[in-house]
């Protein structure tokens, strides 16, 4: 398929490049013009915290954007005129903007701190989430100005639509630093890489229309499957990483074969029947690796999968057509724009990096391959140890900042003048009646048995709607909000306060929700899916590399290689964010726990990616056993022979991943990382040591498919690299009779094998 859609093209240039130009603008132009179609609330978090949300969407109630002032003297009291003076302006000075409801004083609410040094005013901001979020911008200024009149108090403000103000803002300029900082590294490096201009944009204008044509279908469908700000990000991410990478393979193919003296149709030829056979492998093994993540049945996951597929199936498309067609177009054009340094120094490489130092590693490792697999296994294994103390949680907005970051700052002064759980857990209570006696007496039995429990605390706050028969009780719960403390007063309130009470009214639901139980549910669900997702992965993974190479042992080493470099990055993300080990080095701190949703997300990202090079390396060791090489000189031959591209291919996917480590959003950062850290593992000792390494000591049982299995499809390698000056039909070089043997160890290191 890839040979015949590369010869296509190739055949068909103006239509496979005027014809791309097109597809990308129309997915762009309409894209934009449907816009695209956010996960609800009501779908973004499973379990109890779902259908809490549903009854609230159901009842038209929207859960408000409340705000808190903090008013606070390290000299005065709340008693004193000139705090009473500053309270008083606070709340006038709100209320002037007409941007909020429900102004409270802390001498009505008696919101004062114990020591009586600290007061809370209490607001609403006016609109639905996005409306209050524009509309807390007027409320913060007014906040400001109290602050300047009062410079010997604190005056500040923090609440939901001002910090989600803050979030979105600080998302938008993140997304905008990613893209213009990872597109020049990778050009970058593709220049360093092809020492050529016009071979160096290739790949990144293509990484680019793709990831755009890619963003107008994701908004276009957004309606059947909705998307969100974290699926743009992901996009963007995997977008250029794997665009870069497919069109990195063919190019670098494509330039091999002309050096080596074939002409240009036979260069493209085999460029489309190997280095295109391989993207198109790697690009479907991406695909079924993200499709694991709509098992989670988590919408969120479901947003980044599917965004995830479309920008991968758009960049193989390019790889496998408008390439092609723009290197036919160009012929050897590709290598203009030639930087003279740039040259010198790529030419330096090779002849080092490219010869010396991949032979410094590989010969001994062909010379004691159960040497190298017991080390480099016991290093990745030493790696992944940290695994096992690995803690998941959905980090609050705290722990998701930056260190030193203002509301990360206000949120503490809060926290340590009014002790207790940010967010109260809030169960919303739907009746057939609800102002019955009977529901009324509940209600109050709740908060009662609440305060007596001694793992929560108030005050507590009930909003009767009786229209729509609704009703929500939040009780703040002890602890940090996803702590061991907060989870425990969660269950007790929902296994055992809730049932005795309100749920004992006939015709009541009553699920609780809120920041802890958000976490909550997201953990259980993420634990119970987890397995089902990892087997459905592996087994895929698996069922492919066997089709695609007719080798129960590829198949199986494949599988066991990516998940020793999934289990060391883990590894890698636990001692770092978790225990802190090296954070510094990050500009970040140990938080105490990996965001809920990285663990999976990496695993399944790795998984698909981990097959670029796999596919593109194991491929080419096999080509070389196909044109009669002994499986010792063949995987010599296909290690050293992709040495280059896979380095090149792996430092930009490093870098661009590094890009999103340094973001604000812990979140973020974790992601990058663990991308980061995982394919340089997989691109060094995977690939340079173990890979060889296992494959030597299997030896020809490496290409061993049992005879009960022979009805499988059949997607190994339909044709083999013609040999060196054929222009015409692609065929098998003559194999000297000598090459059919095994060389002996002595003779392997000093016979040449020409290839």
């Known amino acids: 398929m890839a040979a015949a859609m590369g010869a296509w093209s190739a055949r068909h240039r103006k239509t496979a490049v005027f014809g791309w130009l097109l597809f990308v603008v129309l997915a762009a132009v309409l894209g934009g013009m449907h ?65 909020a409801t429900d102004v409270r004083s802390p001498y009505d609410t008696k919101a004062v701190s114990a020591d009586g040094h600290s007061a809370l005013v209490q607001l609403t901001v006016k609109g639905e989430r996005e409306e209050a979020v524009k509309n807390v911008t007027a409320v913060v200024d007014a ?54 201009l016009v071979a160096a944009v290739l790949p990144v204008v293509l990484a680019l229309t793709a990831f755009i044509a890619a963003g107008g279908l994701v908004a276009l469908s957004s309606g059947l499957l909705h998307t969100s700000n974290s699926a743009s990000s992901v996009m963007l991410l995997v977008g250029l990483a794997v665009g870069v990478d497919y069109c990195l393979f063919y190019l670098r193919r494509e330039r091999e074969e002309r050096a080596a003296g074939r002409d240009l ?46 920008v991968v199936v758009t960049a193989v498309l390019g790889s496998l057509t408008v390439l092609p067609a723009l290197l036919s177009m160009l ?165 055992q306060l809730v049932p005795a009470t309100v749920l004992a009214v006939p015709g009541t639901e009553a699920p609780v929700t809120g920041r802890t139980a958000g976490s909550y549910d997201f953990n259980a ?20 590399m066997l089709t695609s190479f007719r080798s129960l042992a590829v198949a199986g080493t494949a599988v066991v290689l990516n998940l020793l470099s999934v289990g060391a990055a883990y590894g890698v993300l636990t001692l770092v964010f978790q225990h802190g080990v090296g954070a510094a080095l990050l500009g970040t701190e140990g938080v105490g726990a990996v965001e809920s949703w990285v663990p999976l997300f990496l695993f399944v990202i790795l998984f698909g990616l981990s097959m670029d090079y796999h596919v ?45 480590g340094t973001l604000s959003m812990q979140a973020m950062k974790q992601m990058g990382v663990g991308l980061a850290v995982a394919v340089l593992i997989d691109a060094t000792i995977i690939r340079a040591v173990l890979l060889p390494a296992v494959m030597t000591l299997l030896g020809e049982h490496n290409w061993y498919l049992p005879r009960w299995l022979g009805w499988l499809p059949d997607l190994s390698h339909g044709e083999s690299v013609p040999p060196l000056g054929s222009g015409a039909g692609v065929q098998a070089p003559p194999v000297p009779p000598q090459a059919a043997q095994e060389p002996q160890p002595h003779q392997a290191r000093h016979r040449r094998i020409e290839v």
């Open 35 to 99: 816009g695209s179609t956010k996960v609800a609330d009501a779908e973004a978090m499973p379990g109890q915290v779902s259908r809490a949300a549903e009854i609230l969407d159901q009842a038209g109630l929207k859960p408000p954007s409340t705000e808190t002032v903090l008013v606070q003297s390290s000299g005065l009291t709340t008693d004193a005129p000139a705090f009473r003076t500053a309270v008083e302006q606070v709340v006038a000075a709100v209320d002037g903007t007409g941007k």
């Open 143 to 196: 906040v400001a100005a109290v602050q300047k009149q009062h410079p010997d108090l604190t005056v500040v403000e923090l609440g939901d639509a001002s910090s989600g103000k803050w979030m979105d803002e600080q998302f938008a300029d993140d997304f905008a630093r990613a893209e213009w900082t990872a597109v020049p590294l990778a050009l970058g490096i593709l220049l360093v890489a092809f020492g050529a």
């Open 265 to 310: 149709e036979t260069s493209l030829r085999i460029a489309a029947a190997t280095s295109g056979r391989a993207v198109l492998v790697s690009g479907i093994t991406v695909v079924i690796a993200m499709a694991g993540m709509f098992l989670t049945g988590i919408a969120e996951f479901k947003s980044m999968a599917y965004a995830t597929i479309v």
């Open 331 to 495: 012929g050897d054009k590709v290598g203009k724009g030639r930087v003279p340094f740039l040259g010198k120094l790529r030419r330096a490489d090779a002849a080092t990096t490219g010869g010396r130092f991949w032979n410094a590693v590989l010969t001994p490792v062909l010379r004691r391959p159960l040497a190298a697999t017991v080390l480099a296994g016991a290093v990745l294994i030493g790696l992944s140890a940290p695994l096992l103390t690995m803690h998941t949680a959905n980090l609050t907005f705290q722990q998701q900042l930056p260190k030193g970051n203002e509301l990360v700052a206000v949120s503490q002064k809060i926290e340590a003048a009014f002790p207790g759980s940010p967010a109260p857990a809030s169960v919303v209570i739907k009746a057939a009646d609800i102002d019955s006696p009977a529901m009324t007496a509940a209600i109050a039995d709740l908060k009662a048995r609440a305060l007596a429990s001694g793992q929560m605390h108030g005050p507590v706050d009930v909003t009767v709607h009786p229209q729509q028969n609704v009703a929500t009780v939040d009780i703040p719960l002890n602890g940090t909000g996803n702590d061991k403390v907060s989870n425990t007063a969660l269950k007790t309130l929902r296994e």
């Open 525 to 544: 669900k993420m634990t119970g899916s987890m397995p089902l997702v990892f087997g459905f992965v592996v087994a895929f993974a698996f069922l492919l």
């Open 616 to 660: 593109f390396v194991v491929s080419r060791i096999k080509e070389g056993r196909d044109r009669g090489l002994p499986t010792r000189a063949a995987i010599a031959h296909g290690i050293r022979s992709t040495a280059g591209v896979v380095t090149s291919a792996a430092v930009i996917m490093v870098a661009v991943f590094a890009v999103f």
